[in-house]
Nanobody, 118 residues
Framework: QVQLVESGGGLVQPGGSLRLSCAAS????????MAWYRQAPGKQRELVAD???????NYADSVKGRATISRDNAKTTVYLQMNSLKPADTAVYYC????????????WGKGTLVTVSS
């Protein structure tokens, strides 16, 4: 089985920065996409950013210019650096790993809470 373990959440002041990490372990297909999603209270889960094993990235408009997603393929770890944080960034952030093998196979982490508040 595949496990995803997130870390790095917490309380941050508006304008501050944080770095989230997610380490994946288990039987993982080498061609895959790792992603960060978030879910704010009362809202649907939304994609924040994703990155393929080849390094191709994609960002939500709401975080473009403020977020950087990266990964270490050797460690099957994905990172999300977020700067200039706003209260609207407050959410539970979830790590996602997916690949296509006769259909989409995906796994989720348990989530890490990010609270942006003064």
């Amino acid at each position: 089985q595949v496990q995803l373990v997130e870390s790095g959440g917490g309380l941050v002041q508006p304008g501050g920065s944080l770095r989230l990490s997610c380490a994946a372990s288990g039987s993982i297909f080498s061609i895959n996409t790792m992603a960060w999603y978030r879910q704010a209270p009362g809202k649907q889960r939304e994609l924040v950013a994703d990155i393929t094993n080849f390094g191709s990235t994609n960002y939500a408009d709401s975080v473009k210019g403020r977020a950087t997603i990266s990964r270490d393929n050797a460690k099957t770890t994905v990172y999300l650096q977020m700067n200039s944080l706003k209260p609207a960034d407050t959410a539970v952030y979830y790590c996602n790993l997916r690949w296509n093998s006769g259909g989409v196979i995906q796994y989720w982490g348990k989530g890490t809470l990010v609270t942006v508040s003064s």
